[in-house]
């Protein structure tokens, strides 16, 4: 079975920049969260989506942060305009209903 | 406020010593606990526990769950260098949004 494919892999831009990373599920997963983890901390989920529904966002800064996923497979999340406080791994991950979460290699995004 | 609280944040062994991994959490509509490993960018999906007082086991790590004090831990006995990375605990909700969220780590280092 094929993991929870991202990319790219490693992003460096300037601040005010714009950036999209990318994500593909397992297949058939129809729950995917899209995470932020700051250097020595816990991954913090910013978003999750059930099929292309929305199902929690509540901690996504609406004002620079969007995320998308059409026809409910795969998932960009965007950030315009990136701030030096973004610097971070991006971890894409999804289920199957409530089972376990599978994440992805993750987008390390470092903002100078 | 929903947390995951974890301990020690971090801890130096030498091979061949036991260690013992704590995670607490104050959540409503606890469904599940997990626990992952994170060696570099993707968590990688260790146990899932539901039932208190159960021990999910593999290999030389194990983990168990106590519902009423709302903690589990997470055992590693005889380390190896191998097992040096991020222990992270999630707690996963009973509603149907299957929502995640996670501990800020341990950090475990195993020395040779």
């Known amino acids: 079975e094929a993991g929870v494919a991202q990319s790219p892999r490693y992003k460096i831009i300037e601040k005010r920049q714009s950036v999209a990373f990318w994500c593909n599920p397992i297949s058939g997963h129809a729950t995917l969260y899209w995470y932020q983890q700051i250097l020595g901390q816990g991954p913090k989920l910013l978003i999750q989506f059930q099929n292309n529904g929305v199902v929690d966002d509540s901690q996504l800064p609406k004002d620079r942060f969007s995320a998308e996923r059409l026809k409910g497979v795969d998932s960009t999340l965007k950030i315009q305009p990136a701030k030096l406080e973004d610097s971070a791994v991006y971890l894409c991950?999804?289920?199957?209903?409530?089972?376990?979460?599978?994440f992805g290699q993750g987008t390390r995004l470092t903002v100078v | 406020e929903d947390k995951v609280v974890q301990s020690p944040l971090s801890l130096v062994v030498h091979e061949g010593d036991t260690v013992t991994l704590n995670c607490s959490y104050e959540?409503?509509?606890?469904?599940?606990l997990l626990w992952y490993k994170q060696e570099k960018k993707a968590p990688t999906f260790l146990f899932m526990l539901t039932s208190s007082g159960i021990e999910k086991k593999s290999g030389r790590l194990s983990s168990i769950l106590d519902k009423k004090e709302l903690f589990s831990i997470l055992n590693i006995t005889a380390t190896q260098t191998g097992d040096s990375a991020v222990y992270l605990c999630?707690?996963?909700?009973?509603?149907?949004?299957?929502?995640?969220?996670f501990g800020t780590g341990t950090r475990l280092k195993v020395l040779a």
């Open positions: 999630a707690v996963r909700f009973t509603s149907g949004t299957y929502k995640y969220i």
């Open positions: 991950a999804s289920s199957f209903l409530g089972d376990e979460a599978f």
């Open positions: 959540v409503t509509n606890f469904r599940s």
